[in-house]
């Protein structure tokens, strides 16, 4: 049976978690995040080179997929509180 390599990545604040893992070419997003052994605790959503995934895409060699956190603030307002101080 064939295989594909991928890498689960898990980037917080304060750490970097990286998992590469072999799986069957039928493989899912849900069966690389069973796989993985991370924590899913505080995890948003998913992503593959940072195009949002459900659970059910299939997965394909080489593929990095990343665990996403909810934003901490919304990008613009930041961006607004960021000029009014200069």
């Given amino acids: ?6 890498e689960v990545v898990n980037a917080r604040p304060s750490a970097y978690e990286q998992v590469d893992l072999t799986l069957p070419e ?3 997003v849900a ?3 069973s796989g993985s052994g991370l924590s899913l605790e505080g995890i948003d959503g998913y ?3 940072g195009q ?4 059910d895409t299939q997965l394909r060699d080489g593929d990095r997929l990343e ?3 909810p934003l901490q603030a919304d990008p613009k ?3 607004r509180r960021r000029a009014r101080g200069r």
């Fill in 52 to 55: 949002c995934v459900g659970t």
């Fill in 26 to 28: 039928s493989a899912t």
């Fill in 1 to 6: 049976m064939a295989s594909i390599r991928i």
């Fill in 31 to 33: 069966d690389a995040l």
């Fill in 47 to 49: 992503a593959i080179f």
């Fill in 77 to 79: 307002e930041a961006r």
């Fill in 67 to 69: 665990l996403l956190r």
